[in-house]
């Protein structure tokens, strides 16, 4: 498995979660990585991106909310979600590209009361 996904669940609004993606060392090193939601009915959306280097881009709908970080000695991705709303609910997914565009299972996120 070259990206696996996990920290998804059940959360009440406004509660916290935080995922990770454990990718395989050839793939994670020097490359961007990437989370992606897609919600029922709805188009895939990028969530939020790091460069190796750090770099960051959120989406404006989770932007002060939401942050990406990377572990690039333990080639780990994470995304700690904060103030999280019903229209956070959805899957998540983490991505990256090297020889070709790799994606994990994703993991299930759902905000609710």
């Known amino acids: 498995v070259q990206l696996q996904a996990s920290g998804g669940g059940l959360v009440q609004p406004g509660g916290s979660l935080r995922l990770s993606c454990a990718a395989s060392?050839?793939?994670?090193?020097?490359?961007?990585m990437r989370w992606y939601r897609q919600a029922p009915g709805k188009q895939r959306e990028l969530v939020a991106s790091i460069t190796s280097g750090g770099s960051t881009y959120y989406a404006h709908s989770v932007k002060g909310r939401f942050t990406i970080s990377r572990d690039n000695a333990k080639n780990t991705l994470f995304l700690q979600m904060n103030s999280l709303k019903p229209e956070d609910t959805a899957v998540y997914l983490c991505?990256?590209?090297?020889?070709?565009?790799?994606w994990g299972q994703g993991t299930q996120v759902t905000v609710s009361s």
């Open positions: 060392g050839s793939i994670f090193s020097g490359n961007t």
């Open positions: 991505q990256t590209y090297s020889d070709h565009d790799y």
